[in-house]
Each structure stands twice: as C-alpha cells, then as structure tokens.
C-alpha cells in the first residue's frame, strides 16, 4: 500500500496543477488571445480526436495491465507485449487509410454546419492516434508500478505547452492557424516523450511467438474500447455534438463552462486510483463486510469534498463570469447542469471499481451504450430547442439515469448502497450553503468577492462537517492539521 499511496498524493498534486494551468488557459488566455471562432475550433478538434482515441488504442492500455501479470515466463511476456505495440495498427491503418481515400466526404461531413472545420480533419486523426499510443506508453509504465512521470504528462505537458503556445499567439510570434497545428504538435511530442520514458524503463525485445489466452485478450480489449471509456468521453461527445448543430463559437463557450464545472471531479479522479487496488482486494478475498465499508466510506468522504468544491462553484460563478469576455457568460446554465452531474457522479464513491473489478464487468458495456445512446437522442432533442444549454441538460438527465441503474445494479447483486444517514445531512448542507451565499455579493471587485464568499462558505462548511462528526476520515484530518479539540 506504500507506493499506491505515495504515488497517489504526487498524482493528487500534479492533477491539480495541471486544473490550475488548463483554468488559466480556458477562462483567461483562450478567451482573450484568440477568437472564439478558433477555440471553438480547437475544443472540436480534439473533443473529436479524444473521442476516437479509444478505438485507436483498440483497448490496449487496459489490457496491458491486465493480463501482464499473467505471463510468467520472458518468451511468453516478450510476445504478449509485442502484440501491444502492434494491434493499435489494426485500427490506425485501416483508419488511416478510409481517411485518405475520403478525405473530401469527411470534411464535408464534419463541416456541414461550421466551414471551417473543413481544412482540419487529419488533425484530428494524428490527434487520436498520438492520444491512443501515449496512453499505450503510459500503460506500459504503470505495469512497472510507474505512474507519476506519466501523469505529468497527461495532465500537465500539453496544458502547459498550449500557454506557451497562447502566448506566441499574443506576441504575435505565430499566427492562429500555426497555432492550431502546434497544438497537435505538443500531443504528438507528448506521446514520443512517454514512449522514450516507458521504453528506458522496459526496452521492448519484438517477438511474435503463440500467446495461450490470444483470445481472451483481444476479446477483452474489443469489450474495453467501449465499456471502459464512454463515460470519460461523454462531454467531447457534447462538444462533438454541438458542432453539427450550432456555430463554432458555441463549442468555446460550452468549453469554458464545462472546464468550471469538471474540477468537481479532481477529488475523485485522485481517490479512484487507491481505490481500484482495495476494492478488487476486497472482491478477491470475497470481503464483504469491508467491500461495503469502502463503498460507502468512499462515497461519503467524496460528497463531502465535491460537495465543498460544487458549492464554491455555484457561489461563485457569477463574480466568475465578470472577470472573463462578456460572450462567455452565455454558459452559465451549462455550469450548473454539468456540475449536478459531476456531483451525482462523486456520490457514487467506488462504484466503477467494483463494476470493472467483479464478474460483471461485462455490463459495463451494456450500460455504457445505454448512457451513449441516451446522450445522443437528448441531445438530438434539446440542442436545437435550446443550445448549449439543452446539451448540458441532456448530460444531465443522461448521466443521472446511468448512475441510478449502476446504484441499483451494484444493491441487486451485493445488496449494499452507497447512501448512509450522514449522505442526507450533507445533502442539506450543501443546500442551505448554496442558497444562502449565491444570492449574497459584496460591492467589491468580483475577486474580492469571490474570495470573501469563499472564505466565509468555507468557514461555516468546515465547522458543521467538524461539529457532526459525519466523516471520520475528514474529521481527523482536520483536527490534525487546524488544530481543532
């Protein structure tokens, strides 16, 4: 457990520096040095290219480190890896290939709505592919129990390359259109530099002898390119969505708005990679006494964080809107439903993990398409009624549905729920803290107030979750660190 939860704290750190280096980017530096037509086009691109990047990885990022383990001999290992490296190709080439061919009908496609989008369609295809083999790479270290130089660069490399980039752009050093294509530059470099650091970890020796469970693997990772991505996918499906339906410009402001929104969720992306290892312990060992301690211990210690951070949001996000281009404020809805469906997500605690780690996983499948499917006929239905808007209610409907089933799936078949006495207190909590200061500014610059509301919400939330005593784990980190009797 050392070095999960070592490496876990340094990733916590790093995720959160990348949020805070990709804040500055969306809210000010986007918005203020390149037109919204641009970032519109930008946030198409690779919301576009991240929705294909699954595919072309062919689900081999999760089959690495899940059949690894399994080789014990270095032939059989050697051979097993090999086919790693090799059956994204499967997909790639064939991809790249219809790609070339229809070149024309795809942009045409694409660009039905927004012109523009036209003349950057194989961006989006070396998008993916450097997207798909840098999580390949960045599987490849984690099989070594390496992880912390591969989230640095997932969450902070590229964010920190488009500043730079951003600001070339302000200074004029580069023109827009050569700013779009370093932007896929940076993700190309990106994956070159996982590849060089996963390969000095475990040179690959290239052989291709008899693999026993072939097809057990490929199977799996046919399974996985669906089952285990299409939540993470769900936004730039959005984002997708939006472009063949409304101006470009729109895609940037909904952009924006889901950035705020999506920092709900930093405390759960942290948290999920310690409780991966403990729960397939817990369903290993058949431990179900302590399977459903973690389950709702994760779910309640994730409310209350998320919660904490949702209700900052919410207080805040009209002093927010103030401080950034006036055309952006049009997202202010968006906030609110993406962040009710980031929260109801957090509420879930270690759910996903012991879907992905039961016998059941297969059903991960089954509701992933239900929530892909879901998503797609409500935002066929809201987009054109109401925007940006209908799209960020659409997610929300969606993604409410799909963490029902997966509630009452996981109570079907461990007779265990998430939800204790302490979930509804906190659910009050967070209430009464967002209806209490969202309608309560100071006549100050909106930072002050921000800052002001912030504290003060922060305060009052501190002390009651201390006072009640609702999560053990938080309450004695509190009084470790503020020095509370």
């Known amino acids: 457990m050392g070095i999960v939860i070592k490496q876990s704290f340094k990733n916590t750190i790093t995720t959160y520096l990348g949020f805070g280096i990709g804040a500055v980017n969306t809210l000010f530096l986007y918005t203020n040095f390149i037109s919204d037509t641009y970032y519109g086009l930008v946030a198409f691109l690779l919301s576009t290219a991240n929705i294909m990047m699954p595919l072309m990885a062919f689900g081999v990022h999760n089959s690495l480190i899940k ?35 229809g070149n024309n009908f795809i942009g045409n496609l694409l660009s039905q709505k927004n012109g523009i989008v036209k003349d950057y369609v194989w961006y989006i295809f070396i998008a993916a592919v450097s997207m798909a083999y840098f999580e390949v790479f960045f599987a490849w270290a984690k099989t070594q129990m390496q992880t912390v130089f591969g989230n640095f660069m997932r969450e902070v490399f590229h964010r920190l ?112 990679q310690i409780m991966l290892p403990l729960t397939a312990q817990y369903l290993n060992d058949k431990n179900k006494v302590a399977l459903r301690n973690l389950y709702q211990r994760s779910s309640l210690n994730l409310f209350v964080i998320s919660g904490f951070i949702f209700v900052l949001i919410i207080i805040n996000v009209n002093q927010l809107y103030l401080i950034i281009p006036e055309e952006f404020r049009n997202g202010l809805i968006v906030v609110f439903f993406i962040s009710m469906a980031k929260l109801s997500d957090t509420i879930l605690g270690n759910n996903n993990a012991i879907l992905f780690n039961s016998d059941y996983y297969r059903m991960v499948l089954v509701f992933g398409i239900l929530l892909t499917v879901l998503v797609v006929i409500l935002n066929i239905i809201f987009i054109p009624l109401y925007g940006i808007n209908g799209s960020a209610f659409a997610t929300f409907i969606a993604i409410l549905i799909y963490n029902t089933i997966k509630v009452v799936f996981i109570k079907r078949k461990f007779n265990m729920l998430p939800f204790t006495e302490s979930t509804l207190k906190i659910s009050i909590l967070i209430i009464v803290c967002c209806l209490g200061f969202y309608f309560w500014d100071f006549n100050f610059h909106p930072i002050v107030n921000m800052i002001l509301k912030s504290c003060l919400m922060g305060l009052l939330f501190v002390v009651v979750i201390y006072r009640m005593y609702i999560s053990e784990e938080i309450s004695a980190i509190l009084k470790k660190y503020l020095r509370l009797k």
């Open 161 to 272: 390359g488009i500043t730079l980039l951003l600001f070339a752009v302000y200074a004029e050093y580069i023109t827009v259109d050569e700013f779009i294509t370093l932007v896929i530059v940076v993700y190309v470099i990106r994956m070159l530099i996982m590849m060089f650091y996963a390969f000095g970890i475990r040179l690959p020796v290239f052989t291709l002898k008899r693999i026993d469970n072939l097809g057990s693997i490929i199977k799996y990772s046919a399974l996985i390119i669906i089952a285990g991505s299409i939540a993470t996918v769900i936004l730039d499906l959005d984002k997708f969505m939006l472009g063949q339906y409304i101006a470009i410009e729109g895609v940037a402001y909904y952009s924006v708005a889901v950035f705020i929104a999506t920092v709900i969720a930093v405390p759960q992306r942290a948290m999920h």
């Open 67 to 101: 059949f690894y383990s399994t080789f014990k001999t270095k032939n059989s290992l050697n051979s097993f890896l090999t086919v790693m490296l090799l059956l994204p190709l499967v997909v790639v080439v064939p991809m790249a290939l219809i790609g070339y061919l």
